[in-house]
């Protein structure tokens, strides 16, 4: 059974950054591919970001330029470092694991960006 753990969330102002984690308690990214998603209050989840296993990262219009996604296989974590954050990315984030049906989610990080 995959666990994902999500950290790194919390409350920063305008411009500000946060790196987000996923930790998962095995070895997958040779198996599955990653994504974050976010969910912000009244609205519905939506893609973020995704890595393949292969490691081609891929990004939503809204964040290129200002998140990066990378993974440290050494410590079974994903990464979302996200930079020059706005209002607009308030949400709770999520991660992704997915390998055709077999889908695991980790149960979220808030994000606030807020003055």
């Known amino acids: 059974q995959v666990q994902l753990v999500e950290s790194g969330g919390g409350l920063v102002q305008p411009g500000g950054s946060l790196r987000l984690s996923c930790t998962a308690n095995i070895r997958l990214f040779s198996f599955y591919d990653m994504a974050w998603y976010r969910q912000a209050p009244g609205k519905q989840r939506e893609y973020v970001s995704s890595?393949?296993?292969?490691?081609?990262?891929d990004y939503t219009d809204s964040v290129k330029g200002r998140f990066t996604l990378s993974r440290d296989t050494t410590k079974n974590t994903m990464y979302l470092q996200m930079n020059n954050l706005k209002p607009e990315d308030t949400a709770v984030y999520y991660c992704?694991?997915?390998?055709?049906?077999?889908?695991?989610w980790g149960q979220g990080t808030e994000v606030t960006v807020s003055a």
């Open positions: 890595v393949t296993i292969q490691g081609h990262t």
């Open positions: 992704k694991a997915s390998d055709g049906p077999l889908v695991y």
